[in-house]
């Protein structure tokens, strides 16, 4: 005979398993009704951190745009800015793909959004971002570090021997620049300049002749930002759901796709990942650190 609490033991299971019975085959109602109901798949790309790398954006975009499942692709950004010719590739590159594919693309902003990453932004059909979020840092300028002092107090000789006069103007090791090659440089940086000013005029309908009003190198708020027009609505991801549906004329729900990541034995073997390549995007921030080519605020606000 079963002892007594062997008995007891079987019918609290039981007693328990009818009582959660009911709870599971709802949730698996929901589920499965959840799972079979139609929806459309909207791509979404993060562009996060510095900007110090293209391919992989150019990658993903490429990707989604081809897609004729995907109906739309959400930007989500969240970065101060980077290189001019990454960022600057990367807003032709979606320019470029609209034209081709007729698929509507939106940025959504979580923090900043300033500098390159704007630039980028400008290159979508609308632009949300929360009304404290940190918009615009519209400029540039190139940067050297000049350590020639240093170098003589540490009695450490650096020769040059160069083919024309320009060539190392750049260089840290050198003395200071001539006027001649000052001009080259401050021209160097009126000529982005004015490229990101004309681009940001003409994707955000924008009076160009009134740049010193938003083009100044000026960090706005997304509430002032809204005023100048360089975004289009404060707002979040509900706010972005609702201008997809009513771009993409998307009537059922959304399923985000979103970039497959590289696993660790990936990025040790050099594989691109969300923003930049494990080795290779750190060895492009160093460069850029002492090379500075960037567009507006390069690192930290």
């Known amino acids: 005979m079963p002892k007594i609490s062997t008995i007891l033991s079987t019918i609290i299971a039981i007693l328990f398993f ?16 959840l799972a079979s109901k139609p929806k459309s798949k909207v791509a979404r790309i993060y562009i996060k951190n510095a900007i110090s790398e293209c391919q992989t954006y150019q990658q993903q975009l490429e990707k989604s745009f081809k897609d ?3 109906k739309a692709i959400l930007l989500e950004i969240d970065s101060p800015g980077g290189t001019v010719g990454h960022s600057q590739a990367i807003f032709l590159e979606i320019l470029a793909l609209k034209k ?4 509507p693309i939106i940025s959504v902003v979580e923090n900043v959004c300033a500098s ?26 190139i940067a050297m570090f000049k350590c020639k002092e240093l170098m003589e107090y ?15 103007v750049l260089n840290p090791y050198g003395g200071d620049e001539t006027a001649e090659q000052d001009a080259l440089i401050q021209h160097l940086s009126d000529d982005v300049y004015d490229q990101f000013v004309q681009d940001v005029a003409q994707c955000r309908g924008i009076i160009a002749k009134k740049h010193h009003e938003w083009a100044d190198g000026k960090i706005f708020t997304a509430r002032d930002a809204l005023r100048l027009g360089l975004i289009n609505k404060t707002g979040y991801i509900s706010e972005a759901k ?3 549906k009513d771009l993409a004329n998307i009537e059922d729900e959304i399923e985000w796709i979103k970039p497959k990541k590289p696993n660790m034995f990936q990025k040790m073997l050099g594989v691109e990942n969300e923003t930049h390549s494990f080795i290779n995007g750190f060895l492009e921030q160093v460069w850029s650190f ?9 690192a930290n606000l």
Do not use: M, W
């Open 18 to 33: 009818i009582s959660v019975t009911p709870s599971l085959v709802r949730n698996i109602k929901t589920n499965y009704e």
């Open 68 to 70: 004729d499942s995907i």
């Open 100 to 103: 081709l594919y007729k698929k």
């Open 116 to 141: 390159g990453a704007y630039y980028i932004a400008c290159a979508t059909d609308y632009i949300i971002a929360p009304p404290g979020a940190l918009i615009g840092s519209i400029g540039s300028y």
């Open 154 to 168: 540490l009695k450490i000789q650096h020769k040059v021997r160069q083919s024309g006069r320009f060539k190392t």
């Open 242 to 244: 609702e201008k997809l």
């Open 290 to 298: 002492f090379q500075a080519k960037s567009v507006g605020i390069e």
